[in-house]
């Protein structure tokens, strides 16, 4: 490697101004601060308890917890729950919702709750339903919330659909498809169509398989790593100790971020309080900034460097992968013009890192939401496995392409066939199981779903968890598309902005369920890293509580729907019987079939992929050309600004605070980004002082569906041009492009156009 530039080994910032506010690691002594401020307060022993129960976490899918207990990961080790674990379970010990509330608050008064107070009343503890005219959601018993549940889903059946979100068991997941399939219907939505559809839809295409074919081992061997679009600090704290580790070992982490998020320059781990916890460990050697929604350009500039200094592994494309010509001719034809002014890093930047990819024995490429969340999140994973099959890091061990999943069992509704694109080989089984066709009629994802609420075409709706309403962008769409559908059921822990505003027009019903730690029967759920984890039977904290097991409730509806046809629906109750049924009709998933026996939690077959044989037809990795995205912004006149108003547009990010969990918010600010409170929006000083703001000045904030006002303008590490705000908020202002191929909103790239708050007054 004669031709290696030596470039310094630091990360390279050129848009690292923070404020002064944020400090100089990510993780460190506030997580230990949390940690002891909530373990050893009032809730420390029912906290303590939860933490060495034997279930998975219910935070993200990095897939915690389990049989050998709370603290351990997959490969045995322990120390390894972090603080967001403690967030979430403290979350679900709160006390119940006073037995009256609903008596006391008219559905009106509800809706003025926030994220964070909606949260913040309690767990559910008792079925309620708001009727037709009434402004008080009332109790009902059990037996009248199945009885209108029976009839909202004898409804035709393409006029029946079901929403769901990652957090409700395997067992669960599996008793809803097929529920609604055996229904007739495919109407199976699904958070994930708003996070990682992108990646499966991709790998589906390039690999044959749906999820990473990266194992935690394999990432502890790696040389490398690749980590695009990913706030792990945030949101999957326990990968942080993996990169700690392999930076100790000399390996090297390339991050990909418009935003230099503090955690991923330096992190303080509470899993090495010695070396680490106060100074912090380095973390990126190469940090690249690059435009919003660019990434394909700028692995396509990879590529180019790869191509320029015969770095491309010609013989394992050549014996490996199908079309790889195109995508070389691509890569050689795209200009470093073009390139580099699509995603504004520099070439010297990108050939740095394209040679350390190059010269890396293996590489493990891992993404997250900066990815997916875009008008072309398909093309983006495809540059990505690109990238990884030019290098032949695809199929070896310490190697490959790791999507770094959401909800901690998101992956685990896709594998047990709540999906709109249900793998053949399911539906085969599925079939054999139920004895007749299912419907070929394609059913809605999320987005389908709403517009076709929108324009009157639902009936009825369960949502097994999830908040559909302020997940989705566009909050007054959503919000109309729910009130025209006639029923909604919303199973859900906790009360939220989807139990206020997402109302249906007939009947909408809130039915408390157990959490995944209080359940009488044992569950499963899968990790992102493809391993199936056991949580064990447990109790609810709640006294006089009304709560059912999502499990229960799912096989009895079942039950009345579907009686004895083809199977004892009612026997579903029992989740051994589930788990066989799993095992005989879910790919993988055979192991699930003795669990109850053995104890052992198990990799789900064929999903680690160290061989580079690929489950395609040809037996090769298909590779795909990725069109450069037309990145333009709208100019500031299209939003209709009063003249003469000094305006910038600018591409919004979405995403998560520190303190949030989804569309759950735990805390107001984030302190990592130097942000107060939640009206804020951090963008670039230079940015800023375009349009004459100052720091902490107020500024109106439109998109194309609504405005924000008095928002408070914090300078952060953000490449200029792009700015980040927070949701559930922010889906009030846009519409959102959809990639047309996943069906994902382009959460990561919205054109906004930003001015001084006309009005200073508050
Ligand atoms: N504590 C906690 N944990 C969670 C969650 C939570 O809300 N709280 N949510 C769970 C879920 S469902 C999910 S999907 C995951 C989400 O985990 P992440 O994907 O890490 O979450 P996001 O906040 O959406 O931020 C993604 C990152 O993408 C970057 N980004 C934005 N646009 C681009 C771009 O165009 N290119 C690149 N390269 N980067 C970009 C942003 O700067 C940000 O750092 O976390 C899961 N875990
Ligand atoms: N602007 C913008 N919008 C986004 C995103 C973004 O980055 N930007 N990210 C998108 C992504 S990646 C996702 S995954 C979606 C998240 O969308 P959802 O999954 O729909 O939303 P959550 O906020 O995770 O749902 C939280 C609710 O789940 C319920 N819940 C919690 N635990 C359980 C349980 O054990 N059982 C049941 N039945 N219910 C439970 C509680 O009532 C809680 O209020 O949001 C999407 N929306
Ligand atoms: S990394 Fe994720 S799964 Fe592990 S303890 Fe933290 S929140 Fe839970
Ligand atoms: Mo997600």
């Keep these: 490697m004669s031709d290696h530039p030596k470039y310094s080994d630091r990360p390279i910032p050129p848009f690292h101004e923070t404020n002064d506010e944020t400090p100089t690691i990510g993780g460190g002594p506030p997580v230990i601060q949390y940690w002891a401020e909530h373990t050893v307060s009032s809730e420390g022993p029912a906290l303590w308890k939860i933490l060495n129960h034997h279930s998975a976490c219910l935070s993200c899918s990095w897939g915690t917890g389990g049989q050998k207990g709370g603290f351990t990961n997959e490969v045995g080790e322990v120390l390894q729950r972090c603080m967001k674990s403690v967030e979430a379970i403290s979350a679900e010990l709160q006390p119940a919702v006073e037995p009256d509330f609903f008596e006391r608050f008219t559905i009106q008064g509800l809706q003025k709750l926030n994220s964070m107070e909606a949260d913040r009343l309690g767990r559910l503890s008792y079925p309620v339903l708001l009727r037709e005219g009434s402004f008080y959601y009332e109790r009902i018993s059990w037996v009248e919330a199945?009885?209108?549940?029976?009839e909202a889903f004898q409804k035709a059946p393409e006029r029946v659909a079901s929403y769901s979100s990652g957090r409700s068991s395997n067992e669960a997941a599996y008793l809803l498809q097929l529920m609604i399939r055996a229904l007739g219907s495919n109407n199976l939505a699904d958070c994930s169509d708003m996070c990682h559809a992108p990646s499966t839809t991709a790998l589906k295409t390039v690999l044959g398989t749906r999820t990473s074919i990266v194992s935690l081992e394999d990432l502890k061997e790696t040389d490398c790593v690749v980590l695009i679009g990913s706030n792990c600090p945030y949101n999957q704290p326990r990968l942080m100790n993996e990169l700690i580790k392999l930076r100790e070992k000399g390996k090297k982490v390339i991050v990909i971020n418009p935003i230099m998020e503090v955690g991923l320059v330096k992190f303080g781990s509470p899993s090495f309080p010695v070396k680490s916890l106060f100074t912090g460990s380095d973390i990126s050697n190469f940090y690249l900034q690059p435009i919003p929604g660019s990434d394909v350009a700028l692995f396509i500039g990879i590529q180019k460097v790869l191509i320029e200094h015969n770095l491309v592994q010609l013989q394992y494309l050549q014996a490996h992968t199908e079309d790889w010509e195109a995508v070389i001719e691509q890569a050689k034809t795209t200009s470093w013009e073009t390139i580099t002014e699509t995603c504004g890093v520099s070439q010297a930047e990108?050939?740095?890192?394209?040679?350390?990819?190059?010269?890396?024995?293996?590489?493990?490429?891992?993404?997250?939401?900066?990815?997916?969340q875009q008008g072309n999140g398909v093309d983006n994973v495809y540059s990505i496995c690109n990238t990884a099959l030019m290098?032949?890091?695809?199929?070896?061990p310490g190697a490959g392409v790791m999507p770094i999943r959401g909800h901690s069992n998101v992956q685990?509704?896709?594998s047990m066939g709540v999906t709109v694109h249900l793998k053949q080989e399911i539906q085969q089984a599925l079939e054999i199981l139920l004895k007749r066709p299912l419907s070929r009629v394609q059913g809605y994802d999320t987005r389908s779903l709403i517009e076709a609420a929108d324009e009157g075409k639902v009936d009825s709706l369960l949502c097994l968890g999830g908040n559909l309403y302020a997940a989705n962008p566009d909050s007054t769409q959503a919000k109309r598309a729910?009130?025209?559908?006639?029923?909604?059921?919303?199973?859900?822990?906790k009360p939220n902005l989807g139990h206020f505003h997402g109302l249906a027009k007939k009947n909408t019903l809130i039915l408390p369920v157990l959490n995944r730690f209080e359940n009488p029967h044992r569950t499963t759920v899968e990790s992102g890293n493809n391993f199936v984890r056991m949580n064990d039977v447990g109790h609810t904290h709640l006294k006089k509580a009304d709560l059912m097991s999502e499990v229960s409730f799912l096989a009895e509806l079942a039950y009345r729907l579907h009686g004895n046809d083809p199977i004892n629906w009612r026997s579903l109750q029992d989740v051994h019987y589930v788990r066989q049924l799993i095992a005989q009709t879910i790919p993988g998933y055979e192991k699930i079939a003795t669990i109850d026996e053995t104890g052992k939690e198990f990799t789900i077959g064929g999903r680690i992929i160290n061989q580079p044989q690929f489950p395609t037809p040809s037996g090769k990795a298909l590779m795909m050309i990725t069109p450069i995205p037309d990145l333009t912004l709208p100019l500031p006149e299209t939003f209709g600004i009063p003249d003469g108003t000094d305006t910038i547009v600018l591409a919004l990010m979405t995403g998560r605070s520190y303190s949030q969990h989804n569309t759950v918010v735990y805390e107001p600010g984030d302190k990592y980004r130097g942000i107060p409170h939640r009206n804020c929006i951090l963008l670039n000083q230079l940015d800023a002082m375009k349009i004459g703001v100052a720091e902490h000045d107020l500024v109106t904030v439109q998109g194309d569906a609504g405005e924000m006002e008095y928002v408070e303008a914090i300078y952060g590490a953000v490449r200029s041009g792009a700015a980040l705000m927070f949701y559930p908020e922010v889906n009030a202002i846009f519409k959102a492009r959809i990639d047309r191929r996943s069906g994902t909103p382009a959460y990561k790239r919205v054109p906004v156009c930003i001015y001084r708050q006309l009005s200073a007054e508050k």
């Excluded at 990108?350 to 293996?362: D, N, R, T």
């Excluded at 729910?482 to 822990?493: G, K």
């Design 391 to 396: 290098t032949g890091n695809v199929g070896k």
């Design 146 to 150: 199945l009885e209108i549940a029976v």
């Design 412 to 414: 685990g509704f896709g």
């Design 350 to 372: 990108i050939k740095a890192v394209a040679f350390e990819i190059g010269a890396a024995p293996k590489v493990v490429f891992a993404w997250a939401m900066g990815i997916t």
């Design 482 to 493: 729910l009130n025209q559908i006639e029923t909604i059921i919303y199973m859900a822990t």
